[in-house]
């Protein structure tokens, strides 16, 4: 159980277009979904909490309209990488928290990851 | 100073050594505590969860928290090479806060 698709798990585009990246929770529904970015060799840099139905909470430093994400359901998010950049290449990984209702709380669950190559 | 501090090796060992991974934190709150394996560009694998301190064992994996210490540790008795990859730890107060990750591990198992 607890599996987090995440797709694609590799994209290379031209730069100025833009990128959608898919995270589901197969088995189970995510009260909350997040989008963590990671560079080689460093740890994972949270980018942005969303909530079924509500608009997502960004960190410090990163760009609302850049990095467009929706939840439209308990088991669906989305980063649209807009107007993409080669600064904006990375390693994207989702990660899904399972709606409980008792015990263990906070454990994340990651999808595969998504390798953004911007030329 | 940061939440977590967790060496980022490498840790290189041989095949069936334990292997000991640790991370120090400085919030008294955090109450939940995770280790995470990561392998070469794949997301990273819960592997072991655990609340408070005491220790919890699961096959070869031991995962041992202090608080005392805010000192936690992930163990790996007889190591494959299977096992190499990178490992971070993470923690969290509960509630509707979000576990702060380590920095990440590297570990090499070589046969």
């Known amino acids: 159980g607890a599996v987090v698709s995440q797709h694609p798990s590799w994209v290379i585009c031209k730069s100025g277009t833009s990128v959608k990246i898919e995270c589901r929770s197969l088995?189970?529904?995510?009260?909350?979904m997040f989008w963590y970015r990671q560079f080689p060799k460093q740890s994972l840099m949270l980018m942005a909490t969303s909530n079924e139905g509500s608009k997502a909470t960004y960190e410090q430093g990163v760009e609302k309209d850049k990095f467009l994400i929706n939840h439209a359901s308990l088991t669906l998010s989305t980063l649209t990488v807009t107007s993409a950049h080669p600064e904006d290449s990375s390693f994207y990984i989702c990660?899904?928290?399972?709606?409980?209702?008792?015990?263990?709380?906070?454990?994340?669950?990651f999808g595969a990851g998504t390798r953004l190559s911007v030329l | 100073q940061k939440e977590v501090e967790q060496d980022p090796g490498p840790l290189s060992v041989p095949e069936g050594a334990i292997v000991s991974l640790n991370c120090t934190y400085s919030?008294?709150?955090?109450?939940?505590f995770m280790w995470y394996r990561q392998y070469s560009r794949k997301g990273p694998e819960l592997l072991m969860y655990t609340y408070s301190s005491g220790n919890k064992e699961d096959g070869r994996f031991t995962a041992q928290v202090d608080k005392s210490s805010k000192y936690i540790s992930l163990f790996i008795r007889d190591s494959q090479p299977s096992d190499s990859a990178t490992y971070l730890c993470?923690?969290?107060?509960?509630?509707?806060?979000?576990?702060?990750f380590g920095r990440g591990t590297s570990l090499i198992v070589h046969p």
């Open positions: 088995d189970f529904q995510a009260t909350t």
């Open positions: 919030n008294s709150a955090f109450q939940y």
């Open positions: 990660s899904a928290e399972p709606k409980t209702s008792g015990g263990f709380k906070n454990i994340q669950y």
């Open positions: 993470a923690m969290t107060q509960g509630g509707s806060y979000i576990p702060t």
